[in-house]
């Protein structure tokens, strides 16, 4: 599985956030369903943005880089996303297998040297916009494109290695970076490409030409693309003030796990219509599962025998090309319903959690169980006082008590 990831020279917003998540819910999916995945993600370190950037900033490309990684990365682990199981590769790091593939396709004819680069001539490849399903005007054909900014109006020859670029022996075009570093490591075909519908144009349909022209071979044998995510039915942007970062989420006071759980509300080819007063919503949807977890340990035995087929009902909506709100909607159901609360339950929703990875399944620490167990006695003993002491500290723990017949138990807040 290759999933295109960051081009690092800022931030990523929550809509790159969505298409991240839905990456990381397919790969824990495809594990929960017994396959063993290798699963790739590209860094773009060098490119037109970048260049652009470190000129601005009058510092190096590589600083940018690392700076940008980092937060990236500090991303994505808050948002729980698998990256210790991610191979990534950067773009700067395979140079020399680029400027190979641009050779190779020069030499096959269909590619051309000019005086900035080496363009791959469009024309020459015949299957040209079947993937992206754009028709093809031998007008623009014949015009070249020397960026890597995303140019969505026509189809284009466009560059695959670039002389210049105060890069010592040039650098490599935006969509040869994919097409190397996805077949070094999984060859070619390999199973998934996934990535958000924005590439599919021209970036997936580039990729796809000079991969096969070069080697004769398909690239992937299926493709998933993520649709945009909207705010407030508006397309994000800085001009509209309605450009968020996770650090923005994590100000409004609404923590990664509930960020998660929101972007993953809506089927993956589907908008999702990122509004606050949603943000609310997930929030208790997500301490409603975690009451479910917290309560389930206090009861010793499930009056429901099994849930073996609720959980095959849950996958079978994965299955379903990822029907995540098929799938959610099990998850509701079994929870919503106090019989399966205790070890048949707990069983299921650690199941479940595995594949929506939102940390609904963690117990809380033995200090805080202690406590628990301290404000039992104070209550039982009518000391209200000490029983109210107890659960305040509870609180600035960000713990939330509740009681029940079988005893008080803590919910994780954030």
Not at 282 to 301: D, G, Y
Request: glycine share 6%.
């Amino acid at each position: 599985m290759y999933s295109c990831g960051p081009t690092v020279y800022d931030e990523a917003h929550i809509g790159n956030l969505r298409a991240y998540i839905f990456n990381d819910l397919l790969y824990r999916f495809l594990k929960a369903a017994g396959y063993s995945v290798k699963w790739v993600m590209n860094i773009t370190d060098i490119d037109d943005k970048m260049i652009k950037r470190a000129k601005e900033e009058k510092t190096t490309i590589e600083e940018i880089a690392a700076r940008y990684e980092k937060i990236f990365m500090d991303d994505m682990r808050a948002m729980n996303v698998s990256v210790d199981e991610i191979k990534f590769v950067r773009a700067t790091e395979h140079l020399r297998e680029m400027r190979g593939m641009a050779d190779t396709l020069v030499k096959k004819g269909f590619a051309y040297r000019a005086d900035d680069g080496i363009y791959f001539s469009v024309d020459k490849y015949k299957k040209y916009g079947q993937f992206a399903r754009i028709q093809i005007d031998p007008k623009t054909t014949r015009e070249r494109i020397k960026n890597d900014l995303y140019d969505k109006s026509s189809p284009r020859d466009f560059a695959l290695w670039k002389f210049g670029d105060d890069i010592k022996d040039g650098r490599p075009g935006w969509h040869i970076e994919c097409s190397v570093m996805s077949a070094k490591y999984l060859g070619q075909p390999f199973d998934i490409h996934t990535g958000g519908v924005d590439l599919i144009f021209p970036h997936h349909q580039n990729e796809l030409a000079q991969s096969e022209a070069a080697t004769g071979k398909p690239l992937a044998r299926y493709w998933l693309h993520n649709e945009h995510l909207l705010v407030d039915g508006a397309k994000m942007s800085k001009s509209l003030n309605n450009y968020y970062t996770l650090r923005d989420v994590i100000k409004r006071h609404y923590l990664p796990p509930v960020l998660r759980f929101e972007l993953l509300q809506a089927h993956y080819r589907s908008k999702l219509d990122f509004r606050w007063e949603a943000m609310d919503g997930a929030k208790t949807v997500l301490l409603n599962l975690r009451r479910f977890w917290a309560k389930s340990s206090l009861v010793k035995k499930s009056k429901t025998v099994t849930l073996a087929n609720e959980y095959k009902e849950f996958m079978a909506g994965l299955a379903d090309d990822l029907n995540l709100p098929k799938a959610l909607a099990v998850v509701l159901q079994v929870v919503g319903d106090a019989a399966n609360e205790g070890p048949v339950g707990r069983e299921f929703l650690r199941q479940v959690d595995a594949v929506f990875g939102l940390g609904i399944t963690e117990d809380a620490p033995e200090s805080v169980g202690a406590l628990l167990v301290e404000m039992d006695k104070a209550r039982l003993a009518r000391d209200f006082q000490e029983s109210d002491r107890l659960r305040k500290k509870l609180n600035q723990m960000d713990y939330l008590v509740e009681n029940s017949p079988a005893g008080s138990y803590a919910i994780k807040q954030s």
